[in-house]
């Protein structure tokens, strides 16, 4: 089993505040019978702005702890991306990434807004070949 959506890199975003923090979520996920996290930190052009390869770099960090700990927990690399109408040129210059390199993008909308476009959102979406 996978979670499919977890900030759990410290000192990104919301979630995990550090690294002691970040193990933990992870053991517990592991006690619950994941054998999995996709870490899909929130990428927010002009707030949450962590590169991929530093995301990437702190998630390796994460798995080499869990190897330490003999916790059998795979880490996988996403981003949960700010709706945007840049999002494709996002991912093209490694800012957010799709799951784990794959064709699947994690985006979310605004929640006090219907966002403008979607229709066209979706379509540029579906034409660079992304889910």
Known sequence: MIDFHSHIIPEIDDGARELKESLEMLEEA???GFDGVIS???YMENYY???Q???KAWLNGLQYGLEEKKIGLSLYLGSEIYFTDKIISLIKEAKASTINGSRYVLFEFPMNAKPINIEDFVYSILSANYV
């Open 53 to 55: 390869a530093d995301r």
């Open 40 to 42: 899909t930190s929130h």
């Open 30 to 32: 592991s006690s619950a």
């Open 49 to 51: 702005e962590v590169s």
